[in-house]
Every structure is written in C-alpha cells, then in structure tokens.
C-alpha cells in the first residue's frame, strides 16, 4: 500500500499544459498547438550538434502529448487516469474500435477488479472510547464551607468503550464484528454482535445482525431505494431476557426533496415507541437539522444549525431542544488540526441536564469523547467557565503544540514530495533550460515583429514564490528568500504570443515549455509586465490562474 501511496504522490506530465491548449480543446486547436511547437523543437529546425540534441528531446515529449490528445480514445483515458491510466495492465483486451464512452466503462470494470482484490485484503477499524467526568463539585452552591483542593472535586463516574471491525468480503459481501462495554459507578455491561450484509443491487440491500450481551438478540435490516428522490430503511428485532421475549419493528421513509435537502419519516414499536419527522438541509455553507418526535417516554422538538467555515477548516454549531423529560440550549465548534484529526468543543445549558462541557477528539478512525458534567443548575460561573476555559486552553494548546506539529508534519510531507520527484524535478529543469536556448530565435523574431506594430511585448516575467513590493515605486525590486525560488520566463512567455494576444489556461505554469517549479511544494504566482501600444502593464497571477492579455486595467499609469 505504501508503494502504491508514492506512485500516487509522483507528479504526472500534464500534455495540455505542455501545448497551452484547454482540458476541453478541439482536435483542430490540438494540431495548431503542435505544429506551433514543432516549429520551436523540430530537429531539423536546428544545425548547431548541441541544440539539436536538445531538440530531439522536446520533440520527443511534444510528439508524445499530440499522439495522446489527438487519439480520442487515449485522450478519454488520460482525462480520466492521467499518464498513470496509459500504462494501467489491463488495457490490451480495449479494442481500437470502441467509443471514449466504452474506454472509461472499461476502466472502470478494471478498476472495480483491483478493488476487489484490495477489499478481501483490508479490514476497516473504527472505535470510540468515552470518559464520563463529573465535576459539579467545583461549582457546589449549597456547601459554602467546603474548600476543596485544586481539581479535587473531579471524579471518573463512567466508560464507555466501543469497538467495530468492518471486513468486506467481496464488492457485494461485508461482514461487520462490533462489541460495547459500558461501566457506570462500579457496574458493567457488554454486547457484542455480528452482522453480515449483502448488497443485492444499486438499490437494496439486507443485513443480519446477531448478538449477545443481556441475552440474545437478533435483527433483521434492509435498505430499497423505491425511485431515484425515495428510500426505505426496516429492521426487524427481538431481544431475548430470562423473563421475556421482546419484539420491536423500526421503519425510516426518506425523501430528497431538493439539491440539498432530505425529510425523514420514522416509525419505531415497542417499549420505546414512537413517531418521529426530521429534514435536514446541507450545504457547502451550512447543516441544519429540524426534528419533531412524538414518543410514550418522551416528546421533543429540535433545531440544530452548523455554520461551515472551509477557509479557517472550522464549523461553529448551535441546538435547542424543547420536550417533556425537559429542554437545553448548545453551542460549540469544531476545528481540523491536521489532515486526518478534529478538535470540538460544546458546552450544554439545560433542564434537568444542568451545565455540561463535551470534549471531542476524532483522529482517523477513532474518536475519544470526555462529557463533563459541571454544574445540575443553571449558574452563571459554570456556563462561563465551560465556555471559556477551552478558549484560552485551546489557544495555548494551539500555539505551543499543535501549530509546531503541524508545521513538522507539511515540512516532513513537502521532503518527501520533493525527494519522490526529485528526479523529474531535476530532468525538468534541464529540459526548461534546453526549450529557452531552443526559443531564442523565435524569440527574437516574435518581440521584433511585436516592436514593431507597437503590439504585446514581455518585457519582464518572473514566477516562483517572492512578496510583491509596492508598485508605487517603480524602482524596488521583488522580495525572495532565495534567488533560487524565481525564475525568469519572459523568453518562453514571448514565444507564446499569437497576435498579439497571450493566452494561458487554468493548469500549473510549471508545465509550460521552458518552465521548472523553482520551489517544489510552495505557493507559486507570476509577475508580469509587458508593453501594449507601447504603454506598460503590469499584472500579478496565481500559478493556476488562466491569464489572457492585453488587458486594460493592467495598465500602469506613468504619470
């Protein structure tokens, strides 16, 4: 698997990239773009030994991303493989005559083969492990007198472990171990069950679940999607006790009633009976949950709402619930601390519940809970406090260690990125410094025309990573921590004028002929400034940004 990984993390050639064309080109927008740069590296175009050496070696790479993109159907398997697709074993039974549709139907099919063989070889581990604190003492009301020491008043009521195996068996076949052991003030319970689930189409599926723990029990569930917007969910159980056998039957309607939202509607016998509708609307913003359920034991109505904030990789969360057994308020947020864990926090203000702080940890698979139990009232101080204090220990937490980690982990995952395409990096730099002595004719042919109709001159191109200075003054140069992290393209940037007219698409300009990434892993971006009926521009892109100039609010004004 961790081969696998690092195939995955080698950084492909990208052929629309090389010939400036766009992911969606015409065939004929294709061959212009080569015959454009066969012109620049075509052998014969040059006398000089060395510079012919070098050009057999960008017509090698310019020969072999035409013979890709102009092929539909290698084209239908690079757009949805990459490179990597191209050499997938597998691919000798394609016959020629099959459409770009069928190519990736293919794949597919031999995709879903490996996929096979990686399941029966892979078990998923998931688990949960809670704490239960309680520490309402700290905040007693009734006992003035008492003064207990520093973190005296805490004590461990609980524990909660939970544990799943999920194995699947083939594409269809899974089967899931799964066992619960709960301790509460010295006494404890445990279940374990089993249960196998077969998907029978797209559409349904059955699962047998059989366990034990206070005595036998049995279930059987299904899911069947009833048209493309309707599903059913059922599952039929009967626990097992020394004085009873007790039937209970649960049934779900679901709907998808728009783009983003789904309505619930769920029917559960037995004991615990009752009738619930909930609709949850989520979007790329926002989660909102509305729930109304009419029970024997106990009658509610919720509303929870989760504010998404993908650019500081946060959500803040807020529920009210209101029922007969009593009601509470929560707020809280939730913080990715790196790429595969998550920190939450909420606190909990309610009736009969008191005030409540729950600390969530989930890092992969696992996730470790610790409710805290602070006040059995409604007090001003606990509320403070619960809300406070993960604040101020977050912040500390966040600077003195996470934040390092962090840090340690990018800088450690940006090595190794660097050392697995450290040979590309360096055969890439070669072949960028070849295509420039290779371009400078062209160069100097393209700038004179251009000079001399008063059309698009590049006088100055730099890319990389540098702070860009106050352009208000005109003499202070870029600011870069390393000459090293720039490079200077404004002959390849040149050759690339048609027309007058410069036009890049939405792809890393690394890839471009006579490019290198100068700083492998870093943010990178473009300075450029050009002349345009002999005025100055001046413009500044994003390294995936797609540029097209002339434009008029580049200009600079001079006066």
Known sequence: MDD??????IIEEDYYAFLNVSRNATPDEIHQAFR?????????KHIDPALKKKAEVLFSRTNKA??????????AIYDSLGVKGLETKGWEIVQRTQTPQEIREEYERIAREREQKRLEQRTNLTGNITVHVNATDLFNKYDDDYQSPLFGGIETTGMTFEQSIEAPLTLRDKLILYGLLDIQNGVGVGTINVAARRALSAKNYLELDVGGGNGPNVALKGYHALTDRVFTTGALSLQFSPEKAQLGMASTLGMQLDKHTVGYLTHKTGFNGSMSMRVVTNSERSFTSFSIQFGFINSYASLSYTYKMPEKKMKL?????????????????????????????????????????????????????????????????????ATVAPLITWTFVKKLIIDPVVKEQKEREREKQKELNKARMLEKQREARAAVDLMMATFSRIRAEEEAKGGLVITKALYGRFVYPDRRNRDEEIDSESKDDVIDVTVPLQCLVVNSRLVLHEAAKSELPGFYDPCFGEDKQMLLQYLFHRQTHECLVKDLEPLRIPVQSHRVNTT
């Open 4 to 9: 696998e990984s690092d195939q995955d993390s």
């Open 66 to 75: 035409y013979e890709v993109l102009k092929d539909p159907h290698q084209r």
């Open 317 to 385: 969360r807020g529920a009210v619930r209101v029922g007969t057994s009593g009601y509470f308020v929560e707020y809280g947020a939730e913080k990715r601390v790196s790429k595969h864990s998550f920190l939450s926090a909420a606190v909990r203000v309610g009736v009969p519940s008191g005030v409540s702080l729950r600390l969530k940890l989930m890092r992969a698979s696992q996730t470790y809970l610790l409710p805290i139990s602070l006040c059995e009232d409604v007090l001003p101080a606990p509320v403070f406090y």
């Open 36 to 44: 454009r740069q066969s012109r620049l590296y075509h052998p014969d």
